[in-house]
């Protein structure tokens, strides 16, 4: 009965010791420099800083945000959006971005009923669309939006919608 001489116990000993070790050390370098991102899902009321041109803007339009992780995926809809249009937006989100250093930056294409609240499909096309956007401390979202086909940016705020308010307003129908 051999197996315990000293030459196995001590390469067994550095081994295991080697082992906690590099342990310690990721797990201290993850806890110190790893930071999961700001969780900002929900829905944003854009408030722009000047009305677009050649629009019938009377209420603020909403940006509806989907997070995983740095990954994000969103949608603009119209303010007074019905229950059926709130359900098909749902299921697609035509922007789509990475946060980044507390900086989202969002591309693809939105309807021009969403900024114009115009009713016929016909005269709000789909747009291309950029959006960088800025975390502030509350929550809140200040940015840029720039359509395609136009070099004008146009500043807004973006303000969270309380889930509170949702609830009310589902309840009331």
């Known amino acids: ?33 790893l930071k999961a991102p700001p969780v900002i899902n929900g829905s944003y009321r854009l408030a722009l800083d000047e009305k ?35 359900t098909s937006s749902e299921k697609s989100h035509p922007l789509s971005g990475i946060l980044k250093n507390q900086e989202l930056n969002l591309s693809g294409k939105i309807e021009g009923s ?7 499909t016909q005269n709000a096309p789909f747009h291309s669309a950029k959006m960088q956007m800025q ?26 919608q309380k889930t509170q308010e949702k609830s009310q307003s589902v309840k009331k129908h």
């Not at 197996?3 to 070790?21: C, E, Q, T």
């Open 114 to 120: 969403a900024l114009c609240n115009i009713a016929s």
């Open 135 to 160: 975390l502030l401390d509350k929550g809140n979202f200040t940015g840029q939006l720039t359509l395609g086909g136009s070099s004008q940016s146009f500043k807004f705020t973006a303000i969270p």
């Open 52 to 86: 677009l041109p050649t629009c019938n803007q009377t209420a603020a339009p909403i940006l509806k945000i989907q997070q995983s992780g740095i990954y994000v995926n969103a949608s603009l809809l119209p303010a007074d959006n019905n229950s059926e249009n709130a």
């Open 1 to 33: 009965m051999n197996h315990f001489n000293v030459k196995s116990l001590a390469f067994y000993g550095i081994a295991i010791s080697s082992v906690l070790l590099l342990f310690k050390a990721v797990s201290a370098y993850g806890e110190s420099n």
